[in-house]
T-cell receptor
């Protein structure tokens, strides 16, 4: 059973370009979370999605950032017109549905390290 | 606002000794707590969790203690090994499905030979 998969693992963009980060949750998981981690800091929640729905985006910057989790395919975190301050590691986590025994356990992917030049 | 923080940003221990990593939380409504281990270049890995109706939970070589009175959480690692070297994060959440986690800043554990 493959874990949470993220790609690319490393992404380099120039200021003003777009960054697309992909996340495939664990098999059978219907909840996806995105977190951002700056060097030497903890993870900061960005957005929580279920299939085709954004449930909580209270941690998302108001501009340039968007996320989706379509019916088919991976979840996508999109950052438009990237700036140097967007450089960070972006982690995706997935969890099972509400009727699972451990409903709140989140499994993390390896992350995507975004570098903005 | 609510926050989760750690008392010690770095901790060095001798191999074979026990390690204790501490965490303070401020949201009294949180009722689910988790410890994660993060090795360099990797995502956080679940270690152990505890719900607020418990004050102690044990796993393999790890024990989590929860003191709700002073809003304090600790992770104890017995017989620390070189493979335990990593950054450890505590996180808090409400114990309902679909709750996002609030992470502390992390403690770096270095195991000395």
């Amino acid at each position: 059973n493959a874990g949470v998969m993220q790609n690319p693992r490393h992404l380099v963009r120039r200021r003003g370009q777009e960054a697309r980060l992909r996340c495939s949750p664990m098999k059978g998981h219907s909840h996806v979370y995105w977190y951002r981690q700056l060097p030497e800091e903890g993870l900061k929640f960005m957005v929580y999605l279920q299939k085709e729905n954004i449930i909580d985006e209270s941690g998302m910057p108001k501009e340039r950032f968007s996320a989706e989790f379509p019916k088919e395919g991976p979840s996508i975190l999109r950052i438009q017109q990237v700036v140097r301050g967007d450089s960070a590691a972006y982690f995706c986590a997935s969890s099972p549905g509400r009727w699972a025994e451990r409903v709140n356990e989140q499994f993390f992917g390896p992350g995507t390290r975004l570098t903005v030049l | 606002g609510e926050s989760v923080g750690l008392h010690l940003p770095t901790l060095s221990v001798q191999e074979g000794d026990n390690s204790i990593i501490n965490c303070a939380y401020s949201n009294s409504a949180s009722d689910y707590f988790i410890w994660y281990k993060q090795e360099s270049g990797k995502g956080p890995q679940f270690i152990i969790d505890i719900r607020s109706n418990m004050d102690k939970r044990q796993g393999q070589r790890v024990t989590v203690l929860l003191n709700k009175t002073v809003k304090h959480l600790s992770l104890q690692i017995a017989a620390t090994q070189p493979g335990d070297s990593a950054v450890y994060f505590c996180a808090e959440a409400r114990d309902n499905y679909g709750q996002n986690f609030v992470f502390g800043p992390g403690t770096r554990l270095s195991v000395l030979p």
